[in-house]
Nanobody, 125 residues
Framework: QVQLVESGGGLVQAGGSLRLSCAAS????????MGWFRQAPGKERETVAA????????YYADSVKGRFTISRDNAKNTVYLQMNSLKPEDTAVYYC??????????????????WGQGTQVTVSS
């Protein structure tokens, strides 16, 4: 069992920045492919970004390319999502997820095994 705890969400004005963190339990974080997803009210969950075991490979949704950066620190069992140039349409609950034992990055939500509880990001216009 892996526990994931997100933090760093909040209210920010359009054009601002936030950095989300996701801390994972377990001793083998370096064997987890990780991803960030989001879900806005009335919309389906969508993939935001994903990262491989070592961080060498990443995937971004077209809507966030050039604005968001996913990274990981395996020594701290933490994955990050740096969000810059935020837009009102980025407003959503953001979730991190992990898939143990695979290289990644994994693009699709159904490929992930464990999920965090989510953190709210609200971007005002």
């Amino acid at each position: 069992q892996v526990q994931l705890v997100e933090s760093g969400g909040g209210l920010v004005q359009a054009g601002g920045s936030l950095r989300l963190s996701c801390a994972a339990s377990g001793r083998t974080f370096s064997s987890y492919a990780m991803g960030w997803f989001r879900q806005a009210p009335g919309k389906e969950r969508e993939t935001v970004a994903a990262i491989s075991l070592t961080g060498a490979s990443t995937y971004y949704a077209d809507s966030v390319k050039g604005r968001f950066t996913i990274s990981r620190d395996n020594a701290k069992n933490t994955v990050y999502l740096q969000m810059n140039s935020l837009k009102p349409e980025d407003t959503a609950v953001y979730y991190c997820a992990c898939r143990p034992g695979t290289i990644g990055p994994k693009r699709y939500a159904e490929e992930y095994t464990y999920w965090g509880q989510g953190t709210q990001v609200t971007v005002s216009s």
